[in-house]
């Protein structure tokens, strides 16, 4: 058990639709980062928030937000789904954020559009 | 920009079979971190090791073991006396330490099947 929580694990939805998946981190750890994992893309870095804040981005649509509350937890975000959104999404956490100590992964929620 | 570079796709190997996992990276960092990770079936990515730029000693725990050469920029992984369980994706991934910004760039990951 890596101490990062996901929820929901599946999601089944329709395009057009707007989701919102759940991390919460490990006890202590201030970074969040988000990361998609798709057949095509492979797993790349969606973004980062570390305190609340947002820290880095990656390859994140516009259609996709993210934040981070100040019980440290973070919500994903994902607007206009389309079928090419179907993907497993990931969550870790990490420490103080000035260096990644370790980045444990949630179990992920697999998002499927329909 | 950062790249991990998994050659190998796909690997089928008969249990008890050695096998070693490759892995080439690319950086401008001095400073960096590399891991490894599996993903079994179920598809939790399961936290392998970390290893930082500075340290070259190569590791072993257990059946696994891994070699750092920097020389080279890779940081391969072997199994040794392979098993049905070690039946995954392993992904091999960089991360950068620069401020708070410690995102991992990954391979595209290898799937290693381990026939009885």
């Known amino acids: 058990d890596s101490g990062v929580t996901q929820t929901p694990k599946h999601l089944i939805t329709a395009t057009g639709q707007r989701v919102t998946l759940r991390c919460s981190p490990r006890?202590?750890?201030?970074?969040v980062y988000w990361y998609q994992q798709s057949l095509d893309q492979g797993l790349q870095f969606l973004i980062q928030?570390?305190?609340?804040?947002?820290?880095a981005k990656g390859n994140i649509l516009e259609r996709f937000s993210a934040q981070q509350f100040p019980d440290l937890h973070s919500e994903l975000n994902l607007s206009s789904l389309e079928l090419g959104d179907s993907a497993l999404y990931f969550c870790?956490?990490?420490?103080?954020?000035?260096?990644?100590?370790?980045?444990?992964f949630g179990q992920g929620t697999r998002l499927t559009v329909v | 920009a950062q790249k991990v570079t998994q050659a190998q796709t796909e690997i089928s190997v008969v249990e008890k079979e050695d096998v070693t996992l490759d892995c080439v990276y690319e950086?401008?960092?001095?400073?960096?971190?590399l891991f490894w990770y599996k993903q079994p079936p179920s598809g939790e990515l399961v936290f392998l090791i970390r290893?930082?730029?500075?340290?070259?000693q190569n590791e072993i725990s257990g059946r696994y073991s891994w070699n750092f050469q920097k020389s080279t920029s890779s940081f391969n992984f072997t199994i040794t006396a392979s098993q049905v369980v070690d039946s995954a994706v392993y992904f091999c991934?960089?991360?950068?330490?620069?401020?708070?910004?410690?995102?991992?760039?990954f391979g595209k990951g290898i799937t290693l099947s381990v026939r009885p």
């Open positions: 870790a956490s990490s420490g103080s954020g000035t260096s990644l100590k370790g980045a444990f």
């Open positions: 006890s202590g750890d201030l970074s």
């Open positions: 928030y570390y305190n609340g804040e947002e820290r």
């Open positions: 950086t401008r960092d001095t400073t960096y971190y």
């Open positions: 290893r930082n730029s500075f340290d070259e």
């Open positions: 991934a960089l991360s950068e330490v620069s401020g708070a910004n410690s995102k991992l760039t």
